[in-house]
């Protein structure tokens, strides 16, 4: 089983629509959990981060964390074109060795 | 000017060239990395510079050799690559390697022919 599972879609969405990407994972241990976001032809970009379980909200965008369920979500709400992009989650472990573990990303298209 | 500049930004080449892929980051940051990015896979980590120290290896084949002259200058120097080497290359920075927010350039699209 992979660390980290993502499903790459494609997932395509009217203008306006609730956008939810998902992550699954399988190591416990995963105690950050981060989504990135990456335009075409660019480097990603860090959209948010959680410690441990909970939720996180900026603007239009809500990350989860599920550690019972070792899932993770990232809610887009009233999503907008610019908002078409691959989504990678991430998570690692506590410590200060520890590295970034990436799904494979899910590319989003916002339709007008 | 971004955080991160990687040059160049497309790269051909064949698969008895030498060639070096470059990265410097304006950030202040102490920690460098080099990932891979490949079509249908998750990014995968080469390399990690912290304090111009190498602290990670993932098992990168020797004909990627990584190098870091500073804190602010990454390079990875490529040779004898086969097609399955086509990639994009990230560079990335953060505070430290423990840094949960990494900062990555716009990366090396790269062609083995």
């Known amino acids: 089983q992979k660390e980290v599972e993502q499903d790459p879609g494609p997932l395509s969405v009217p203008e306006g629509a609730i956008v939810s990407l998902n992550c699954t994972y399988s190591?416990?241990?995963?105690?950050?959990f981060m989504w990135y976001r990456q335009y075409s032809r660019k480097g990603p970009e860090l959209l948010m981060y959680?410690?441990?379980?909970g939720n996180k909200e900026d603007g239009r965008f809500t990350a989860q964390v599920d550690k019972s369920s070792k899932y993770i979500s990232l809610f887009i709400r009233d999503s907008q074109p610019s908002d078409s992009a691959t989504y990678l989650c991430?998570?690692?472990?506590?410590?200060?060795?520890?590295?970034?573990?990436f799904g494979k990303g899910t590319k989003l298209t916002v339709n007008p | 000017e971004t955080g991160v500049t990687q040059t160049p930004r497309h790269l051909v080449m064949g698969m008895t060239n030498k060639k070096s892929l470059k990265c410097e980051q304006h950030?202040?940051?102490?920690?460098m990395y080099w990932y891979k990015q490949s079509a249908k896979k998750p990014l995968e980590l080469m390399f990690v510079?912290?304090?111009?120290?190498?602290?990670e290896n993932n098992s990168v084949p020797s004909r990627f050799s990584p190098e870091c002259p500073n804190s602010s200058h990454l390079f990875l120097h490529l040779h004898t690559l086969q097609p399955e080497d086509s990639a994009l290359y990230l560079c990335?920075?953060?505070?430290?390697?423990?840094?949960?927010?990494?900062?990555f350039g716009q990366g090396t699209r790269l062609t083995v022919v």
């Open positions: 990335a920075s953060s505070q430290g390697p423990s840094n949960t927010e990494a900062f």
């Open positions: 190591n416990s241990a995963f105690q950050y």
């Open positions: 959680t410690y441990s379980s």
């Open positions: 991430a998570m690692r472990k506590q410590g200060g060795s520890e590295k970034l573990v």
């Open positions: 950030l202040g940051h102490n920690a």
């Open positions: 510079y912290s304090l111009e120290e190498r602290v």
